[in-house]
């Protein structure tokens, strides 16, 4: 610990960033706080949470199976774009257990369109557990949270703290934000050092007696006030104690490493029909897009025709011939990690039967059975030309 002394900022609530040489990665260790102005930025963010604080459907109960789904729901997903998948996944499943009896093409039906479908899984998995081994109750501390599948740190504290009033802190990525700009925090704010001392600011600033509340004012605040790109520091509640408006640093900070262009993969697709059927494959679990079912393809290599990559994808995963007919359509879409551009071609079988060599399985569906089926969100788009 490095001891406090004249050449540190006098207000307490500085995050001091002390660097040991040049090529030494900054770190930072917090000053000691004082009490009373703890207490104030305390006060400020509870009252102005209370005056100001969306209607959210999940903030209009205290049932921790409600809250849980919202904060799986709401990780890296915006707000607007989460409510109507809320509440149409309560009515599908309004309680723990009937999520847990729920097959799991069901649930993934119900996540269509949300993205990140390894969180409905871990959803039904973890639902699974807690009616199997805690006969339906639902955990009330950070460590049976954190033993759960798909429950970090931040989830595990985000719904023992808004469910059960525990006071457990929550770092996400408008928290990062916010404590970015309030302590001029001018190192990579994705930083392991940097990330474990915003976890220790919120351990400190946190509010015993309404952690939840705390939780969501300081989420709240980065959501609509210190959002990223111009900043409304004229509403902020906080202003006072903000190093980086004080410093008119607020439009540069957080500061983040660039992100690298993330590649594009140009990708084929069969619609391959035969007595007015389509032939669907169900990908494999535990890779990516697990669980929902598709129209057979892949990636074109170096070098091919997307003729040449659709007639090998195809003897690679179904182990038939096909007679490419016509391009159908080409859609783009957006990973996480990477683009794509996937061509749909129109194909005929030329013989043999079909087997599942790389999907687990295989359905000959109509295209009025479409919507039985979760599929992934690339493939929707090809609905309108089939």
Known sequence: MIEPNESYPENPFILAILIQTKSETAY???????????????????DWFRRTARDLPWRRTRDPYCIWL???MLQQTRVEAVIAFYQRFLETFPTLESLAAAPEDHVLKQWEGLGYYSRARNLRRTAKILVEEYGGNIP????????LPGVGRYTAGAVVSIAFGVPAPVVDGNV???????????????DAKTVDAFWEAAERLLSRRAPGNFNQS??????RICIPKKPRCGECPVQTYCEAYKNNMAESLPIKRLKKTPPHAEVVAAAIRKNGRYLLGKRPHGGMLGGLWEFP???????????????????EEL????????LLTSVDHVYSHLTVTIHLYSCRQLGGKPKPLYHSELKWVSRARFEEFAFPAANIKFFPFL
């Open 176 to 190: 990062k934000r916010v404590f970015a700009r309030l302590f001029c925090v001018e190192d990579c704010v994705n």
């Open 140 to 147: 009330r501390t950070l460590e049976e949270w954190r033993r």
């Open 28 to 46: 930072m260790n917090w000053m000691s706080l004082a009490d009373q102005n703890k207490k104030e930025l305390r006060r400020i963010l509870l």
């Open 297 to 315: 393809g892949g990636k074109v290599e170096k070098g091919e025709t997307h003729e040449e990559a659709l007639r090998r994808e195809i003897m």
């Open 319 to 326: 182990g038939i011939e096909v007679e490419i007919t016509e």
């Open 218 to 223: 300081l989420m709240e605040l980065g959501a």
């Open 70 to 72: 919202s904060e799986i």
